[in-house]
């Protein structure tokens, strides 16, 4: 084989090696960024409101109207300001847990509940739950496909004097015959809430 022929097969190979790795590159990078943008999207519209009370978007629920209050550990109050059924079949919660003492309040692990699953997701209101005594039912805080709570979660892990995290929980809906559930949550006595 001559010089010649041998420089004009190594460019055409070059050529082609370059053409394959700037395609797939190019691949690469529109995949990554539809990827991403599908990826924020999706986290963007799964992600439950914050701490701060602006819920990220979300509704800011009224905390004018109070169902109940119960006293719980340390001087921190669980306000619960609705309970509302939702067209889809689901029962939302939406309160407060006020810290009404003199001293900071360190959120108890307690309070993302004892699931392995749930637990490697962050700080969560998991282990919150509500109970039908009149159908006999128990309901757990429900989760996403992803396994995570649908419940306020990733809060600071702890709630300053006079301040309040503001929080909602997501049940599955009790019977339509059902008008009143007790909420238990650890570290507080049993809440007894009527639903609207």
């Known amino acids: 084989?001559?010089?010649?022929?041998?420089?004009?097969?190594?460019?055409?190979?070059?050529?082609?090696?370059?053409?394959?790795?700037?395609?797939?590159?190019?691949?690469?990078?529109?995949?990554?960024?539809?990827?991403?943008?599908k990826e924020a999207s999706s986290s963007a519209?799964?992600?439950?409101?914050?701490?701060s009370g602006n819920g990220g978007g979300?509704?800011?629920?009224?905390?004018?109207?109070?169902?109940?209050?119960?006293k719980g550990d340390s001087g921190v109050d669980m306000v619960i300001n609705s309970a509302q059924r939702d067209t889809g079949g689901f029962l939302t919660i939406n309160g407060q847990l006020k810290n009404t003492?003199?001293?900071?309040?360190?959120?108890?692990?307690?309070?993302?509940?004892?699931e392995q699953a749930v637990a490697g997701t962050g700080r969560s209101l998991a282990a919150m739950t509500l109970v039908d005594s009149q159908a006999k039912k128990r309901y757990y805080v429900l989760r996403d496909t992803?396994?995570?709570?649908?419940?306020t979660s990733g809060?600071?892990?702890?709630?300053?004097?006079g301040k309040a995290l503001?929080?909602?929980?997501?049940?599955?809906?009790?019977?339509?015959?059902?008008?009143?559930?007790?909420l238990q949550f650890p570290g507080f006595a049993v809440a007894t809430i009527e639903i609207s």
């Open 146 to 151: 992803d396994n995570r709570p649908l419940t």
């Open 45 to 51: 519209s799964s992600k439950p409101a914050d701490d």
């Open 155 to 161: 809060f600071d892990p702890s709630i300053e004097p």
């Open 166 to 182: 503001t929080f909602f929980a997501q049940f599955p809906a009790p019977e339509l015959s059902t008008n009143q559930v007790d």
């Open 101 to 114: 003492g003199s001293g900071i309040f360190t959120t108890p692990i307690q309070w993302s509940g004892e």
């Open 58 to 70: 979300e509704t800011i629920p009224d905390t004018s109207k109070v169902l109940v209050t119960v």
């Open 1 to 37: 084989m001559s010089i010649p022929h041998v420089r004009k097969l190594r460019r055409a190979a070059t050529a082609a090696v370059l053409a394959v790795g700037l395609t797939l590159s190019m691949a690469a990078c529109g995949g990554d960024s539809a990827k991403g943008e």
